[in-house]
């Protein structure tokens, strides 16, 4: 497994209480077919799966096959694996027909920065069926680091920070603007939501791994970004193997969210 399994694999006990969420909003049909697009690890595959049902079906897609290959371990582990099929392909080039979902689905992939969501949100359409559901959500904020209001903003504003936004983009590809993208994919009765997830100590063994991988993932080589002193602080609250490890806090609190847009497929 790579570093970035890993930690997909590392952060979602973090992130499966505000997908689950998600997903009972959108509230997909018990026995639909539906695209998890972007299905990294298969672990939201196997949410969507739960929601569906047994009569239900969840086709898996991403472009890496070593993620596909521990997808399907970990599907095969949980004795979904007549339930959860996967693809190997491009979102902006779904290797699908017209019509072929009921419903499609994309959690950290389409509408991530530094990429153009329009060609996948146009693909994702079109492998819906009329009146179908497409969604997309993202990481979109995080506290990570109470009481360091202003080592945390300036970890934000580095260019790792900035995720899943993009320096240098226009304001449009920005994924807080989707839901005029929706729109110009022809996506009708478009809506927007955001969901907050939270930890606190005591932290569970589970939770704290997570939380650990999480803030090493968010800001990774900023060194060159930032000035000593904030380095140094850095270093301090942001690093396990420091005594001040942020982690340690008996008082300590984080949060984030995700956004969700959606969108039904005219007919």
Known sequence: ????AKSLDLTFSLREPVIRTMIDALQFQAGSRGLDAGCGVGLQAILLAEAVGAEGHITG?????????HAQEIVHTAGLA???????GDVNALPFEDDTFDW?????????APFDPQPA????????????????????SEQLLPGHPD????????????APFAA??????????????????????????????SAFAPLS??????????????????????APEEWAAYQRFCLPQSPDFILDLPDYYAFYTYSLFSGKVPG
């Open 1 to 4: 497994m790579n570093d970035y």
């Open 121 to 140: 949100l146009e693909e994702l359409a079109r492998v819906v069926k009329s009146g179908g559901t497409v969604a997309i959500a993202a990481w979109s």
């Open 168 to 197: 240098g983009k226009g304001p449009e590809q920005h994924l807080t603007r989707a839901l005029g993208r929706l729109r110009v994919a022809g996506l009708e009765d478009t809506a927007a939501f955001t969901f907050a997830g």
């Open 82 to 88: 007549e339930q959860i099929s996967f693809r190997q």
């Open 205 to 226: 063994s589970d939770l704290r791994r997570a939380l650990a991988a999480l803030i090493e993932m968010r800001w990774p080589g900023v060194n060159s970004e930032l």
């Open 104 to 112: 499609a689905w994309s959690v950290d992939c389409v509408g991530y």
């Open 151 to 162: 080592l945390e903003a300036r970890l934000k504003a580095t260019t790792a920070g900035l």
């Open 61 to 69: 897609l991403d472009l890496a096959p070593e993620l596909l290959a």
